[in-house]
Nanobody
Framework: QVQLVESGGGLVQAGGSLRLSCAAS????????MGWFRQAPGKEREFVAR????????NYADSVKGRFAISKDNAKNTVYLQMNSLKPEDTAVYYC????????????????????WGQGTQVTVSS
């Protein structure tokens, strides 16, 4: 029902910036809370950021707080992750995910509450 396609990944130097995009189809963004997760080689997938259905609230992992910003453009049905001051440890495949259940009791950073996932986009930060 919901399809998600990430884009915007690439290779940047430490201290640089990237903006990731996640285009959604099948549902309007106003009905979806959206999250970004990432997975580095040999590591488990981890929470990065979440934005509420209305876009009025956001949550971030401590590791990216102050450097990353999640936003929504409902007119374009697209979610963004602006990444600034990138560090080599930010290197990972980044995934967007959609949470369609406003009544879920799972915490916002629990990936099991997200029903739909994109295929991911690679972000590589060189030192």
């Amino acid at each position: 029902q919901v399809q998600l396609v990430e884009s915007g990944g690439g290779l940047v130097q430490a201290g640089g910036s990237l903006r990731l995009s996640c285009a959604a189809s099948g549902r309007t963004l106003s009905s979806l809370a959206m999250g970004w997760f990432r997975q580095a080689p040999g590591k488990e997938r981890e929470f990065v950021a979440r934005i509420s259905r209305s876009g009025g609230s956001t949550n971030y992992a401590d590791s990216v707080k102050g450097r990353f910003a999640i936003s929504k453009d409902n007119a374009k049905n697209t979610v963004y992750l602006q990444m600034n001051s990138l560090k080599p440890e930010d290197t990972a495949v980044y995934y967007c995910a959609a949470d369609s259940d406003p009544l879920s009791v799972r915490v916002y950073y629990d990936e099991s509450r997200y029903e739909y996932w994109g295929q991911g986009t690679q972000v590589t930060v060189s030192s």
